[in-house]
């Protein structure tokens, strides 16, 4: 059950699908692909300004002791819900920071007993939502995009929900 | 992003002087960029392997397939793009990498929708109600089958590490549906481009 979903079949057989298919329609294969690949060449070299803007301010923010302000002005709040506490950093860290979410996220699951309220809420949280600042940063900084509009407001909003759902869908499906 | 960047800042040096970890907002000055550095190189490699890919799927016909087989859901989200064939393709391919649980392949394909995007809206600098929708798709969870969350809790000794699932799913399907209309009702109206 395990390997049969897990990435590790998934990703070998994608990659032998896409190439099996190209081989089966006579495509030239090698010389298409290197021909692609040149292209994430470019990208990659688009992608690095964004990041290195990004990830200081948000190593700024992190190394500040900002989070742990916040969690205590929101608790109130998210006590109200029902919002176990131990996860509330990991709501915070999520939108920001991919390798910092699931760092604190194994740590959450070595502490709690994996099937208990809390751990389920990280779990459904982790598993339901991305990080936000990164993909903004990387899709539009590929293309030179300067005025993202709407999209952090809205994505943030996704975000905020997908906190609170969490809470209501362990409530819903797993009591 | 530049608002951003003095709010980031600003709050950095108030907030590190009352915690006193200044050294801290100090070395993440230094430090960070090496570290977007290393994470771009990372992603040099896989941005090369899968844009390959997608060429191989894309001159095969195999972008074209899974196109018709997402265009009833895409052209809910992008009405506007019914008859882009590339971008759509592009976007096929990022969706069904994504739905997979493919983060590194989904997201070359995603940024070879931007271009796709992007050349459409002319080359523009702002942002189109596309490309906000579909970074907004990005940034939530399509992924069906969430792999590592599951590893983890196995790990971790769960009776049922996929217990959660029908969880999982109702939280991406209404925090994507929320931020997609919230992008889209949001989106300020008139100066295009």
């Given at each position: 059950m395990s390997t049969l979903l897990s990435t590790d079949l998934i990703l070998p057989a994608a990659v032998a699908f896409i190439i099996g298919y190209g081989v089966m329609k006579k495509t030239d294969v090698f010389s298409v692909f290197t021909e692609g690949a040149k292209e994430g060449l470019r990208s990659a070299a688009a992608v690095l300004p964004a990041l290195c803007f990004l990830m200081t301010g948000v190593g700024m923010m992190r190394e500040s002791g900002m989070l742990e302000a916040i969690i205590g002005f929101i608790k109130p709040f998210s006590d109200k819900i029902g919002f176990p506490e131990e996860v509330l950093p990991l709501a915070f860290l999520r939108p920001f920071s991919g390798s910092g979410a699931l760092g604190f996220y194994e740590e959450l699951c070595k502490n709690l007993p994996p099937d208990s309220f809390s751990a389920r809420v990280a779990s459904v949280l982790m598993g339901g939502s991305e990080t936000?600042?990164?993909?903004?940063?990387?899709?539009y900084g590929a293309i030179g995009i300067k005025n993202g509009r709407n999209t952090v407001p809205a994505a943030?909003?996704?975000?905020?929900?997908?906190?609170?759902?969490?809470?209501?869908?362990?409530?819903?499906?797993?009591? | 992003m530049g608002i951003f960047f003095l709010a980031a800042a600003v709050l950095s040096?108030?907030?590190?002087?009352?915690?006193?970890?200044m050294s801290g907002v100090s070395s993440a000055v230094l430090e960070e960029s090496g570290h977007?550095?290393?994470?771009?190189?990372?992603?040099?490699g896989s941005l090369c392997f899968w844009s390959g890919l997608m060429e191989v799927a894309k001159k095969s016909g195999l972008v074209e397939k899974l196109c018709f087989l997402l265009k009833p859901l895409l052209s809910l989200v992008f009405p506007?793009?019914?008859n882009e064939k590339a971008a759509l393709g592009a976007i096929s391919m990022n969706v069904a990498a994504n739905m997979l649980g493919l983060g590194n392949a989904a997201t070359p394909f995603g940024i070879s929708a931007m271009k796709e995007l992007h050349k459409i809206?002319?080359?523009g600098k702002s942002a189109t109600k596309e490309m906000v929708c579909f970074v907004v798709m990005n940034t939530a969870s399509l992924q069906l089958l969430p792999t590592t969350v599951a590893f983890l809790r196995s790990e971790a000794g769960s009776k049922e590490p996929l217990d959660i699932l029908p969880a999982v799913w109702f939280v991406s399907a209404c925090s994507l549906l929320l931020g997609i209309?919230?992008?889209k009702i949001t989106f300020p109206k008139g100066e295009e481009k």
């Open positions: 936000t600042f990164y993909t903004v940063a990387v899709y943030l909003l996704a975000d905020v929900s997908a906190a609170i759902f969490s809470v209501l869908a362990v409530n819903l499906f797993l009591r | 040096i108030i907030f590190g002087l009352l915690s006193g970890n977007a550095a290393e994470l771009s190189l990372r992603l040099l506007a793009l019914r809206s002319g080359f209309f919230a992008a």
